[in-house]
Nanobody, 128 residues
Framework: QVQLVESGGGLVRAGGSLRLSCAAS????????MAWFRQAPGKEREFVAV????????YYADSVKGRFTISRDNAKNTVYLQMNSLKPEDTAVYYC?????????????????????WGQGTQVTVSS
């Protein structure tokens, strides 16, 4: 079992920045991607960004490309999401997720149904 705990959410004005963190604990394996999803009120959960197990491969949703940066520290089993130039439409609950890969070949996965573990979420609110 893997536990994921997010932190760093809060209230910020449009144009501001926040940094989210997600720490993984419990049983972890070497080949797992870490991703961020978000869910706004009345909307479905959507993909935000994902990083490969090495940290060398990242992929972003078009809506956040150029503003958000995902990274990970494997020594700490932690993934980060640096969010800059925040907009009111970024307001949502942000979730951290982990997906395991059985082989050595990495490919980004955007479908939340394919992720194995989830955090409890952290609220991000951007005021205009």
């Amino acid at each position: 079992q893997v536990q994921l705990v997010e932190s760093g959410g809060g209230l910020v004005r449009a144009g501001g920045s926040l940094r989210l963190s997600c720490a993984a604990s419990g049983r972890t394996f070497s080949h797992y991607a870490m991703a961020w999803f978000r869910q706004a009120p009345g909307k479905e959960r959507e993909f935000v960004a994902v990083v490969s197990w090495s940290g060398g491969n990242t992929y972003y949703a078009d809506s956040v490309k150029g503003r958000f940066t995902i990274s990970r520290d494997n020594a700490k089993n932690t993934v980060y999401l640096q969010m800059n130039s925040l907009k009111p439409e970024d307001t949502a609950v942000y979730y951290c997720a982990v997906k395991y890969y059985s082989g050595d070949y990495y490919y980004p996965v955007l479908d939340d149904r394919e992720y194995d573990y989830w955090g409890q979420g952290t609220q991000v609110t951007v005021s205009s």
